[in-house]
């Protein structure tokens, strides 16, 4: 069982209680520059990212290839249209199966239920980030994912630990890379997000390709299962809320709710938006200044680090009442607030996460799979809480998963 800290050594509670009293743009040790305004946050950024390109590969670096240069916000955007293409009813059935299986085969014995949701739905990821690979490369890649969530969760790697951990790295890289030349050889098309990356080839080269793959795979091995782990969390602290969902999801078939029929699901959306809201992951966001940037009173040099924090901004009293309570009905109509750009779930508006179409649908039929196909009974010597260091993660949060008797 893990002792729970201080709230006084909060790290997070600390530069909020700062950004109050001082304002939101702050000197930061190291000669970092806060930026906590969702206005200048956005500037900055948009600023920073309109000509931010793809890092050239080893061979270009060394003047073996000379590779045509690619922009971010195009890579952005070939991907955000396939975040949405990917949201079909055919793909939504496939992702809710792969997590029902896995999550199927792990029921009935007590076990940590963080990790457990993570498993759950960062795996069933994987054939949309880059579909096709099986075997012992598919293994790799698994692997590659316990090892990021173990660093998310450490947020320290031992220096005995760094050889095998690059080790891993590089067998992932290899993975990714044998899959892609096999595509590209033999014309192969698939429905995931490598597949749009594939017309870059002839210009970038498969190594960049591979490395704006494994982009994709870090971002799949973090952030949406450690979500899923929060929302379960929500659903046993706040049962009526469970209720809720459960009445909603039990009124619709399978084959309907791989429509992701929003407006037959206000419950679940406004207890997504707030879980997303009060735990979003990760706390701060931080960028190495491209160019010297004057904007606003906000003066940051080249080469200079930037830090940006949806943490800040969804939990400031200047955009929410009683921002750390947890209160979904914040989200209805009538009382909607004017959030000025505050929320940011996704990250901020130049760089947010290109995946946020899948990444909202695959936790709608999380919550979906939860309340209809199964339950949880917590532990009763364990007393489950929220820690806040850089990621929320639910702790000594163990339990039983079984499936639901209807």
Known sequence: ????PDPADDPAARLLERVRREGPVLPLPGGVVGIFSP??????????????KVIDSLA????????EPVTWREVRALLTERSGALVTPEQMRALHRRMQTYLSEHTGREQDLTKLMWRTVSRALIPLAIDGIDGRDLRTLIDEQELRFRIQLEQHVPLWRRIPDFLLHRAATRAIT?????????????????????????????????????????????????????LVYAMSNYPQWRE??????DALEWEELYTLPIRKLPHTIRFIKEAMRLWTTPFVTRRVA????DLDGVSVKK???YELSSYILHHSEEYWDEPETFDPDRWLSSRRQEAKGAYVPFGFGPRSCVGASVGHAQLVLFCAMMVRDFRCDLSPVHSPWMRKEGFAVPTDFVGVVSLRQR
Request: some cysteine; proline content about 2%.
């Open 1 to 4: 069982m893990t002792i729970q």
């Open 39 to 52: 206005a200048l946050a956005n500037k900055v950024d948009k600023i920073n990212s309109d000509d931010l």
């Open 60 to 67: 270009d670096v060394l003047g073996m290839r000379k590779s």
């Open 178 to 230: 044998r899959q892609i030349k096999q595509r590209v050889a033999r014309g192969e098309s698939r429905d995931d997000f490598t597949q749009p990356l594939l017309g870059l080839v002839d210009r970038i080269g498969v190594d960049r390709v591979t490395y704006l793959v494994t982009v994709q795979m870090i971002a799949i091995s973090g952030v949406p299962g450690m979500m899923a782990a929060c």
């Open 244 to 249: 809720h969902l459960q009445e909603e999801m």
């Open 290 to 293: 491209q160019r010297d940037i």
């Open 303 to 305: 080469d200079q680090i």
